[in-house]
């Protein structure tokens, strides 16, 4: 029996919580993201030399069109085999060459808190694949910036291409992880998201979607209007997806406080087809205005799906 004279083992002191980056990417994940890459489909504009089609004009490569020669352009970039076929002074155009400027529009509203079991949340996950994704864009040499919102946009942050920059971003995720009281505005901040990014860049979407489906597909349609890229993870739990509650039990509307007793047996086909065709509206209103949409189930492995989505797009971009 130990006595009050007798050594005592130490209390272990409480690991300091990782922020940041750190916190949803360990070295090995980062060493193999690192050789992946996101491209645009379309043109962009943006400030360091890259892989990304801008419709700027500048002394890249790649031939892009001519112009009429005129006072004050350099004579070495006349096409002398245009010359000979036409006896007129043709000035060769290049198209340059830009970085990706990335926005993430990232959703905290009530309804992101969910997880059916053990596995994360769907606010959990989504970060885990802002993460992935800022990784590799930064990685790149691209640029980063963020859009967090519920009822409206709680936290923006310029695109600036940095790990610095991307681990402060992930530091504010962290900080403003879903309001329990809150609600949704998705479609009133995606308009809000469309309005104030002034140069064409990318906006990735990250979102469960569950609001208007009118309303939503009005606001992302605003985004393709200004000429951004977009791309949707609609990101589900699996248990939204397919009802797979075996017994009687209540469900909780996590935004409006609504219970609602049901018994999902009696309930699951009719809940598949309705769902079904939710997801499906969605679908084929992203493909109408090229928008890359992919539906998100947090019960996938994360770093499988990021690899394979990019490397989609990646031969989709050639």
């Known amino acids: 029996m130990a006595t009050d004279s007798q050594p005592k083992a130490k209390a272990h002191s409480k690991e300091p919580e990782k922020e940041g980056i750190s916190a949803f990417l360990n070295p090995a994940e980062m060493h193999k993201l690192g050789r992946l890459v996101l491209l645009s489909r ?3 504009e943006g400030n360091l030399a890259g892989a990304h089609r801008s419709p700027l004009r500048g002394p890249s490569s790649e031939f892009a069109d001519h112009k009429s020669y005129g006072i004050g352009d350099e004579t070495k970039h006349i096409d002398w085999r245009v010359f000979a076929r036409t006896d007129k002074y ?3 155009r290049y198209e340059d060459e830009t970085n990706l400027r990335v926005y993430f529009a990232l959703d905290r509203s009530a309804s992101m808190n969910y997880a059916s079991g053990d596995g994360p949340t769907k606010f959990q996950f989504a970060c885990h694949l802002m993460a992935a994704l800022g990784y590799v864009i930064v990685k790149a040499r691209d ?3 963020l859009f967090l919102h519920a009822e409206k946009v709680d936290v923006r942050m310029d695109a600036a291409n940095s790990f610095q920059h991307l681990n402060n971003m992930l530091k504010h995720v962290q900080a403003h992880p879903p309001d329990p009281n809150g609600g949704t505005g998705i479609a009133q901040t995606l308009h809000e998201i469309a309005s104030s990014i002034r140069r064409r860049a990318l906006v990735v979407v990250i ?4 609001g208007d489906e009118a309303a939503v597909v009005k606001a992302l349609a605003h985004l393709r209007k200004q000429r951004h890229d977009v791309l949707v993870f609609q ?9 797979t509650f075996k017994k009687p039990c209540e469900l909780h509307d996590l935004e409006t406080g609504e219970h609602l007793p049901v018994n999902p047996r009696g309930l699951a086909d009719e809940y598949r087809k309705v769902f079904g065709a939710f997801l499906e509206q969605y679908k084929k209103a992203c493909a109408g205005m090229n928008i890359d949409y992919r539906l998100v189930r947090t ?6 799906f990021v690899r394979a989505y990019l490397e989609e797009r990646r031969r989709l971009s050639r």
């Open 42 to 44: 379309y043109t962009v």
């Open 90 to 92: 043709f000035i060769k």
């Open 143 to 145: 640029s980063v910036g």
């Open 207 to 210: 979102s469960d979607l569950l």
């Open 235 to 243: 990101t589900l739990d699996p248990a939204e997806i397919d009802l």
């Open 299 to 304: 019960d996938q492995a994360l770093e499988s």
